[in-house]
């Protein structure tokens, strides 16, 4: 599969416990983005890498959440000390860049994140 | 701030009647405007999309239009089919890295 995959796909967790998901793109992709998805809503904009470098975070996101691409590929997002309002699914995508914007991006199947 | 508003929130057509959804966007800079398709369970898919510099687009049964003096961009679906049916997500970007996405419009093609 060479399209864009998230692990794990489903995580139960308990209040006041760390998360961390993991976000592999499509391998030549050079941007990689965060996105919150709640029941009834659109995709909400949580970060944004581009190769290594984090270059904006949404000012929703709280000083719980970091996200990582450490070496320009994969990526991680850690929430610590989860609340309730956690509780959603976890979209990442990716998209290439190359001589200027580009802008298509391609969505993994999500990371479901329930808090209890 | 950025807002990105899509009406309907539900739409329902009978098969083989052509469906409209329509958005507008609050950010002038906004240059590309992307439509998603989301099937129950599964991950949004891109199925058309508009740069600033096109009035229009067509791809078989789907077409957008762009109307950037009014903010406003549509999609449009002819001959609907039930296999059409799924959540969809219209979107605007300023040509960097930051995507606004619509409240989505739930989409039931009655067979």
């Known amino acids: 599969d060479t399209g864009v995959s998230q692990n794990p796909r489903h995580k139960i967790t308990k209040r006041g416990q760390n998360v961390t998901f993991r976000c592999d793109p499509i391998?030549?992709?050079?941007?990689l983005y965060w996105y919150r998805q709640t029941l009834g809503q659109g995709p909400e904009f949580l970060t944004y890498f581009q190769n290594e470098a984090q270059l904006e975070k949404s000012r929703l996101l709280s000083d719980r959440f970091s996200a990582e691409r450490p070496k320009g590929s994969f990526s991680t997002l850690e929430i610590q000390r989860t609340e309730q309002g956690d509780s959603a699914m976890y979209l990442c995508?990716?998209?290439?860049?190359?001589?200027?914007?580009?802008?298509?991006?391609?969505f993994g199947p999500g990371t479901r994140l329930t808090v209890t | 701030g950025e807002n990105v508003e899509q009406h309907p929130s539900t739409l329902s057509v009978q098969e083989g009647d052509s469906a409209v959804i329509k958005c507008t966007y609050s950010d002038s800079a906004s240059n590309y405007f992307p439509w998603y398709k989301q099937e129950l369970g599964k991950r949004p898919q891109l199925i058309i999309d508009?740069?600033?510099?096109?009035g229009e687009k067509k791809d078989q049964r789907i077409a957008v239009t762009l109307n950037k003096t009014a903010k406003h961009f549509s999609l449009h679906i002819t001959e609907t089919q039930p296999e059409d049916s799924a959540v969809y997500f219209c979107a605007a970007n300023t040509g960097g890295f930051k995507t606004i996405f619509g409240a989505g419009t739930r989409l039931f093609v009655k067979a």
């Open positions: 391998s030549e992709h050079n941007r």
């Open positions: 508009i740069r600033s510099n096109v």
């Open positions: 995508a990716s998209s290439l860049a190359v001589g200027g914007p580009s802008y298509e991006q391609y």
